[in-house]
């Protein structure tokens, strides 16, 4: 039975990787088709990622990027710390609309986010792109940091309010740095959610918003180009390299709490 669950559980895992695996080789062809076997190695489509709209999405993934985790990290540890507390009432319930937009169709989001940005005047802006972005980030956020605050002890808390610290000393010396590796994580999830998102994007953003996702859904649409390999694999380097950053954070951290006990 464990040698079946091994088998299963490689497979799995084969069966998951296996279209990356096959795309990523792509981005280094020298020829214009997306095809096998690879007549050359070249590096002329990052090069073409350097320049034009390519250039331009990449610019504009980042800033709306960055924008969308520093509102979801904000707002989502906020809402966390909030649905914490036990004495908060209807906590089930609030916690459940801060998760509907993990399950709501995102064509859904797009058409309501569309409507409620050209009401305040923020339709086909950077801010109103960033703003989106964050409504579907911030779920991961909360369910991160709650994940992490629930592994709190509370007797150090207590025990920290009992030596005299006042309620915002105990959230910035004990909660925040306990929870610190959720928050992390959290940022993780919301920035690769940020770039991977295309259909929200395609309702709230303008030609000067074109993200890199939006990009290469309009290069796959238009004309089939090995660029978008190339640009999956910045992609898939990018999150691979945050999801080391955020592993080797958690770990320091996690190491220096066990030195200080």
């Not at 086909?124 to 956020?141: A, E, K, M, N, R």
């Not at 918003?209 to 090995?226: D, G, V």
């Not at 320091?252 to 030195?259: C, H, M």
Request: charged content about 10%; glycine content about 8%; some cysteine.
């Amino acid at each position: 039975m464990r040698a079946l669950k091994i088998i299963f559980g490689i497979a799995a895992v084969v069966f998951l990787l296996l279209p990356i695996v096959a795309i990523l080789p792509l981005a280094f062809t020298d020829s214009v088709f997306l095809n096998y076997p690879i007549p050359g190695v070249s590096l002329r489509w990052f090069d073409e990622l350097a320049s034009g709209a390519w250039q331009r999405s990449i610019i504009n993934s980042l800033i709306i990027g960055g924008g969308a985790t520093l509102v979801s990290v904000v707002l989502g540890t906020l809402a966390a710390l909030g649905l914490a507390g036990s004495a908060l009432p209807l906590a089930g319930l609030f916690r459940t609309v801060f998760l509907l937009p993990m399950v709501v169709p995102a064509v859904v989001l797009g058409v309501g986010l569309q409507i409620s940005l050209a009401r305040i005047g923020l339709s086909s802006t950077y801010l109103g792109v960033i703003v989106s972005h964050s409504v579907l980030c911030i779920p991961f956020v909360i369910v991160s940091v709650s994940t992490a605050l629930a592994g709190i002890d509370r007797t150090s808390l207590r025990a920290a309010a009992s030596l005299g610290a006042n309620p915002f000393t105990v959230f910035r010396r004990v909660t925040m740095p306990l929870a610190a590796p959720g928050i992390v994580t959290g940022a993780v999830f919301a920035f690769a959610t940020s770039l991977d998102e295309v259909v929200l994007t395609l309702f709230v953003a303008g030609p000067n918003q074109r993200t890199l996702a939006r990009q290469m859904f309009s290069s796959i649409r238009e004309n089939i180009s090995p660029a978008v390999a190339a640009a999956a694999f910045l992609l898939i380097l990018g999150t691979l390299l945050l999801a080391g950053l955020a592993a080797l954070l958690r770990w320091r951290q996690e190491r220096s709490l066990a030195g200080k006990v």
